[in-house]
């Protein structure tokens, strides 16, 4: 899927001299943050609902321990 992403002048700098810094396109260093940003957000999302769950599953205890 193709999609413009508009970039501030820093941004765009910033960018330009990663890709040319590490050899590769601006694309790839792009597609690659987006990769990164969304595997992170996945996995705090994941901990966030396992923590909520044992949270929930052990309130009893939890507030036992807290007193």
Known sequence: MAMTLRLTEDEQNAL????AFEG????EVARRAVR???????HR????A???F??????VALHR???
């Open 45 to 48: 999302d994941r901990v966030a």
């Open 65 to 67: 321990l807290g007193e």
């Open 54 to 59: 044992i949270t929930q599953r052990h309130a």
């Open 24 to 27: 590769t396109s601006m694309q």
């Open 50 to 52: 396992a923590a909520e």
């Open 36 to 42: 990164e940003y969304i595997a992170k957000a996945d």
């Open 16 to 19: 330009r001299e990663r890709a």
